[in-house]
């Protein structure tokens, strides 16, 4: 399925890329999630992988001029392993992307989500082997190419990043930095994603590759509008904020592919 042609379509894709963006604007994380598993409720959820692609690639470009040049060095260095296997899960991610069933992706997509809720919340504490990253062994080279193939994968195939997201919370970086950081795994993932989406012939047509780009300009504003409401708002609210928005989303997703609503 494409994206519908109606001015009704319009207006929904605007205000899900402006919610998203704002989001991570405030959050330092979510858009890729956030914006992929609305979009998923109104389309296909293998369109909704694709056309978010660009203003994901938009969105980190803005959002990586955060960091210093001693930080972006700093980061890369410290985060290279990571990145570099990220980089090959997501290709191998976005092979198989066209080949996956609608209403099991949408259910996968559900779970994927639900499954961050679950363990970003920290009102009930759950077992240490689900959060490798807060671990000596975790973060050493070895384990990030580990995590960062297997999460790559996932965010080729899904957006869902946030498997990544969690990983590098683990390292108890200021938020500023968080957020570059971040914004600098993506930002690389996203030029990756850009130039095979054209090899694997991901877009369905040239309608949705056009408009795709077109979506980077609410993603980017949204992002700006995240940011400025960022000193203005508590960690604790940000979170409960994008949680509960994950959370109604997820089971939008799991129910809409299970046939439910």
């Known amino acids: 399925m494409i994206l519908p042609a109606s001015w009704t379509m319009v207006v929904i894709v605007t205000a899900i890329v402006l919610v998203a963006g704002a989001t ?11 914006g992929t598993m609305a ?18 690639l938009a969105v980190n470009v803005s959002l990586v001029r955060d960091l210093s040049r001693r930080e972006l060095r700093t980061c890369s260095q410290r985060f290279g392993p990571l990145i570099a296997a990220a980089l090959v899960g997501t290709v191998v991610g976005m092979a198989v992307l066209d080949r996956l069933p609608e209403a099991p992706l949408r259910v996968g997509l559900g779970l994927l989500t639900l499954g961050f809720v679950a363990t970003a919340q920290q009102r009930v504490p759950l077992p240490g082997w689900v959060s490798v990253g807060n671990s000596d062994l975790g973060k050493t080279p070895l384990a990030m190419v580990g995590i960062g193939g297997v999460s790559g994968a996932l965010f080729g195939g899904t957006n869902v990043g946030v498997q990544l997201v969690a990983y590098l919370r683990s390292f108890d970086l200021s938020h500023s930095v968080f957020v570059g950081v971040v914004a600098l795994v ?5 030029v990756t994603r850009v130039a095979f989406a054209g090899v694997f012939g991901l877009y369905p047509s040239a309608v949705v590759a056009g408009t795709s780009v077109l979506a980077a300009v609410p993603a980017v504003a949204g992002v700006a509008v995240g940011k400025r409401l960022r000193t203005a708002v508590s960690d604790r609210v940000r979170r409960a904020a994008v949680l509960t928005l994950l959370s109604v989303i997820g089971i939008r997703l799991v129910a809409s592919g299970l046939g439910i609503v």
């Open 39 to 56: 979009l998923a409720t109104v389309i296909d959820p293998a369109t909704a992988v694709v056309f978010m692609i660009l203003p994901i």
């Open 186 to 190: 993506f930002l690389g993932l996203s």
């Open 24 to 34: 991570n604007g405030l959050a330092g994380f979510g858009f890729a999630v956030v």
